[in-house]
């Protein structure tokens, strides 16, 4: 719905990506991406200069997207990677890969300081997508984040409601790709504008909200809308019918967190459902 415009509601977590480039004595790109365990998940070496190529890697997948970003930096910023040089780039996640918390927005931002370009061009020319967590990654404070036409206005704002120990993320134990949920909603989406304008008086309301019953509502109103647009049953009706509380899908739907709100603490019903990655609201958000 960002990507038509309404407005929404972006947190930066607490978790994060970093990216450190060395050089070395040798006269190619080494990159090494790191888990939480600070142990290496992928890894290649490319040559630099006039034209990008693969020399070895454990994964020829993600070597090929790597180049595609690196490459599409260096068509925005000809003088990124014009010589033969040795650098070794380390990337490294503070949480497992798999969670789903902007891995891809994440690099991209990295790479685009590290080119000396603007993010937001290098997520068109790769991932595509709104761009809201490119704005989380550059941002140390809640915002809201709305496209209009050509143009983006993001205003940090003030979001610390009275019932956040009522707030937790919950980890559905896969991770969900953006570009296919953004995919299922070119393809069903249809007859929008009412919906977007009752997505940005939702999140307007959010922002506003004094009590969770008040905040629950929104989030259920919020899934309604969204699943009749998409044709996609929610998360709460498909997986967790009988919990008593809120659920709302985050991203792509069908993955990744989801943000529960409840008068109790919910650990042993997701638990007892096979869900173990439960969250408070504020060790999540920065």
């Known amino acids: 719905m960002i990507l038509d415009g309404a407005l929404a509601l972006a947190i930066p977590t607490t978790y994060g990506q970093s990216l450190t480039v060395e050089p070395n004595n040798q006269n190619y790109l080494v990159w090494k991406s790191l888990d939480d365990q600070g142990k290496v998940w992928f890894e290649a070496e490319l040559t630099v200069g006039d034209a990008l190529t693969v020399k070895t890697t454990n994964d020829q997948a993600i070597a090929e997207r790597l180049l595609q970003i690196l490459t599409a930096a260096k068509n925005q910023n000809t ?4 010589e033969d040089m040795g650098i070794t780039i380390s990337t490294k996640n503070d949480f497992p890969k798999n969670w789903g918390l902007g891995t891809s927005s994440t690099l991209i931002n990295n790479v685009a300081q590290w080119a000396s370009i603007d993010a937001y061009t290098l997520l068109k020319a790769t991932f595509g997508g709104s761009g ?9 404070a809640p915002l809201t984040y709305q496209l209009e036409a050509q143009d983006r206005t993001i205003i940090e704002r003030t979001f610390n409601p009275e019932f956040h120990n ?14 296919d949920g953004i995919a299922a909603y070119e393809n069903q989406k249809n007859n929008i504008s009412k919906a977007i304008s009752e997505i940005t008086n939702i999140t307007n309301a959010m922002l506003s909200c004094t009590t969770l019953e008040t905040f629950q509502f929104l989030m259920d109103s919020h899934e309604t809308i969204i699943a009749n647009i998409i044709k996609l049953q929610p998360v709460k009706e498909r997986l967790f019918k009988d919990f008593n509380g809120s659920i709302k899908s985050l991203g792509a739907w069908g993955g990744d967190f989801v943000l529960v709100a409840s008068k109790a603490q919910p650990e042993s019903y997701f638990k007892h459902k096979g869900y173990h990655t439960i969250i408070p609201y504020t060790e999540m958000v920065l």
């Open 132 to 140: 809201y967590d490119i704005a989380c990654a550059k941002h140390n």
């Open 79 to 82: 003088e990124f990677l014009t």
């Open 166 to 179: 009522h707030l937790y993320f919950v980890f559905l134990n896969k991770k969900q790709n953006s570009r």
